[in-house]
C-alpha cells in the first residue's frame, strides 16, 4: 500500500486524541504531514496545546502542530439555545477528560493553520489526504481563500453529521452543528468527500472489557488512553443520548484510510441546514436518491466494530511498553 501523505484537521478531545495516535502508529500506511487544530471539544488554546501534548507521548516531538481558527464563522449564540451541552461536557475541562500531561515542549508552528493548508497543498507536487474531526471552519477558510486548493486534495475523510438524528441537538451531530456554514462551504466545494457519520461512529464504544485490554499493554501510551478514556466510564458521566461507553468517533477515519475494507459505503447528495432554527447544521444525505442530484459523498454508514478495534487495540500494542523492572 503506497503510503497516504495526510493532514489531521482536529479538535483534541478524547476521540482525536486517540485518533492521532492509531495514525501516529500506521507509519507503513500514512505519512502524517501535519496536525491543524481547530475550536470545537474546548477552546482553541486547549486543543492546540492538546495535540502538541500527544504527539510528545507518542515520541513524535518532531511533528508539526498548527493553531488554526478560534470560533465558527457565525456564533450569535442563537444555536447554544438549542443545546444543553458543550464539548467539555463530554471530554472534561482540559479536553483530555483524566489524562494529566504535562505541558507541552514541542513548539507550536507560527504559521496559522489555514495559510498552511494554503501553503502546502499548493506547493505538494502530489495530492495530499484531508481527515478532519472538528468544525471545518479551517477547511472552509482556506477554500475560500484560495480555491485551487481544492485540486490539490485526494479526498476530504470528514468524521461528522448523520444520516439519522444528532447528539448536540436532535437535528445535528456536534462538528457540523459548531460551524454549520463552513460544513455547507465544504459540502460545496466539489472536493472528494467521505463522510463518516454518527450512524457509523456510534457503533464504536469503548467498554471497560476493552479498556482492560489496553491497559494491559503496559505503555505510557496504553496508560494515558486509559486515563482519557476511563472518562467516560465514571459514575458521574456525562454521556451522548442512546449510548453506553465513550464513542471512539475519530479514530474511524485514520481506520477507514487503513482499511477501507471495514466499512460499507454509499454514494450520495449530502446538504448541510445553514438556517437559524433547530435544523442547524443538519446533514440530509439523500441515501434513496429521492432527488435525483448528483452525489455529493461518499457516505459511511456501516463499520465491522470488531475488526475496528482488533486493529486499534494491534496498533496501540506497537508504542513501547514500560521497561520491565
Ligand atoms: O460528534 C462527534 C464529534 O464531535 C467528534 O469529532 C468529537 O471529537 C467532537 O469533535
Ligand atoms: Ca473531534
Redesign the pocket.
Known sequence: MKKIPLIMDC?P????AVAILLALASLDEINLLGITTVV??CPIEQTEQNARRICELAGRPDMKVYRGCPRSFFDFGFRSSFTDYV?SDI?GETGLGGCKLPPPTLPLQSQNAVNYFIETLLNSPTKITIAA??CLTNLACAFIMEPRIKEKIEKLVI??GSIGIG??TPAA???FYTDPQAAYVVFTSGVPIVMIG?DT?RKTQTSEKWLAEIEALGSPVSQAVIDMLSYYHRPDAFLEVGVSGG?L??PNIIAYLIKPELYKVREAYVEIDISSTVLAGRSTVDWHGKLGRKPTATVVNEVDVKGFFALLTERLQRYTAYKKA
Open positions: 479538535d478531545g478524547l476521540d482525536d470545537g471539544n464539548g471530554h474531526s472538528g468524521m461528522g447528539n448536540i451531530e456536534f462538528n454518527l461512529t464513542v468517533h475519530d
